[in-house]
T-cell receptor, first 114, second 116 residues
Framework: EAGVAQSPRYKIIEKRQSVAFWCNPISGHATLYWYQQILGQGPKLLIQFQNNGVVDDSQLPKDRFSAERLKGVDSTLKIQPAKLEDSAVYLC????????????FGPGTRLTVL | AQKITQTQPGMFVQEKEAVTLDCTYDTSDQSYGLFWYKQPSSGEMIFLIYQGSYDEQNATEGRYSLNFQKARKSANLVISASQLGDSAMYFCASLYPYTGRRALTFGSGTRLQVQP
């Protein structure tokens, strides 16, 4: 079974530029999560989708971050414009439903903002 | 508040010995789940073990066991017979499927180093 796929794996941009990350969850998984992991900290939820609807985006900085999950499968997370403090690893995870035990994580995208 | 506290930023253990990583959680909910994830230097989050709040037995998965003490609100991870490959960051996390955020809330992690 293929795992959660993410691309790119690494991205370096300058502040005020835009960037987008892509995630393909495990086939059949209805719930998709984007987490932000700043160096030295645990991951923090940015947004959670159930199929193509948003369940929780309370911690998403909506003035610069946006995310979508068209057709309830792939998802894209965008930052526009990026700030220095956005430097982090962006992790995508998926699970069968939103009340189940296990979330499967992708390899992450490491973003460096200069 | 759904808060996870890991008070050990770093731990050392000798190969083949057991080690306990501490985790406490803060909730008044009755229904919740507790998780441990391993994050090697390569960055991926690897699920290790799960404990439900209503589970009477402590969870075990191979060399991993979870010491669940509900009254103390603690969910410590015990790794038996440590191996060099166990060197990694370990994160405790909680999930509240019915009353709170239905995504994982993570602690700050413990870096474990296994010495030969």
């Amino acid at each position: 079974e293929a795992g959660v796929a993410q691309s790119p794996r690494y991205k370096i941009i300058e502040k005020r530029q835009s960037v987008a990350f892509w995630c393909n969850p495990i086939s059949g998984h209805a719930t998709l999560y984007w987490y932000q992991q700043i160096l030295g900290q645990g991951p923090k939820l940015l947004i959670q989708f159930q199929n193509n609807g948003v369940v929780d985006d309370s911690q998403l900085p909506k003035d610069r971050f946006s995310a979508e999950r068209l057709k309830g499968v792939d998802s894209t997370l965008k930052i526009q414009p990026a700030k220095l403090e956005d430097s982090a690893v962006y992790l995508c995870a998926s699970s069968l439903g939103d009340r189940v035990n296990e979330q499967f994580f992708g390899p992450g995208t490491r973003l460096t903002v200069l | 508040a759904q808060k996870i506290t890991q008070t050990q930023p770093g731990m050392f253990v000798q190969e083949k010995e057991a080690v306990t990583l501490d985790c406490t959680y803060d909730t008044s909910d009755q229904s919740y789940g507790l998780f441990w994830y391993k994050q090697p230097s390569s960055g991926e989050m690897i699920f290790l073990i799960y404990q439900g709040s209503y589970d009477e037995q402590n969870a075990t998965e191979g060399r991993y066991s979870l010491n669940f003490q509900k009254a103390r609100k603690s969910a410590n991870l015990v790794i038996s017979a440590s191996q060099l490959g166990d060197s990694a960051m370990y994160f405790c996390a909680s999930l509240y499927p019915y009353t709170g955020r239905r995504a994982l809330t993570f602690g700050s992690g413990t870096r474990l180093q296994v010495q030969p």
